[in-house]
């Protein structure tokens, strides 16, 4: 245990204890992706199920973090902008394209596509902040786009000459393309406000937002079932990916920094995938696994460079 990376006599426990935090919250987003899958056969829509995650994670956020939100209100306020921006980005968009690429296609073909978000990421940075990107770096963007191309065509080529694509695979590509911006964004996040109050100011930007739209869908698209599997998804959605998700990702980058928590970020294809063969029966295909490998490979040739 005491050849953890940075780990000394006196954090190996934190760091052990973060490890466990980091690899719990993708475990809950991982069981959000299945229960947005699992929705379809509840017959309950994207942006309802969306709502009502938020709806429950807020009160959560609310009861344990609200005096620190409240304290921290004149900041809030100032930032204002940027956390509305954030919130809409995040908390709505993200999460409602992903939802709807769900209704569409299975978790594991999303959850494979999302895969290529460290690169994604990566080339965001050579975008917008002209980051140099090395050679292996390059090699890295191409196995991981490679690998998610063959997972969306299925390994079959007349896909491309037809133009067959299904279209919940464009809705899981916009997806990931959403949470590499909130990622990168996440960079500019206003040191002087803690992360929980952020999260939870962002929680409840998004539930006044989405309260309009989950009226509309109510009303004109398919009204919201309250059964017992409904309400069992959503206090599942609110409570483990919306609130102890967040959270434990939180806690667990606190403790081990963000350079270590963002490896962590890599499980979460890897646990989605397996609980939706376990829970969902989903089939593996070998494009799924030589797929995976190329997004593996170039996610190590983009993100674990050697030091100089």
Known sequence: MDNLPGA???NTKRLVSGYA???AGVLFWAGNAVVGRAAVGADIPPLTLNFFRW????????AIFGRATWAQRQL??????FIAIYSVLTIIGF?????????????LQASLIQSILPVLVLLLGLIVLKTKITGRQWWGVIFSIGGAAL??????LDIIKSLRIQEGDIWALAAVFLWALQAFLMRYRP??????PFMTALAAIGVIVMTPMYIWESTFVKPTPFTHESIMLFLYLGIFAGFLG???WNEGTYRTGHAQAGYFGNLYPVFAGGLAILLLGETLHWYHTIGAGLVVAGIWLAIFTKPK
């Open 76 to 81: 809030l306020w100032k930032h204002r902008k």
């Open 246 to 248: 967040t959270t434990s």
């Open 21 to 23: 935090l980091l690899t």
């Open 55 to 62: 709806l429950i994670a807020l009160a959560f956020f609310m």
């Open 95 to 107: 999460n409602c394209t992903f939802y709807i690429a769900l209704q569409k296609t299975t978790v």
């Open 191 to 196: 040191s002087t406000i803690d992360i929980m």
């Open 8 to 10: 000394t006599d006196g």
């Open 151 to 156: 997972i969306i065509i299925r390994g079959d």
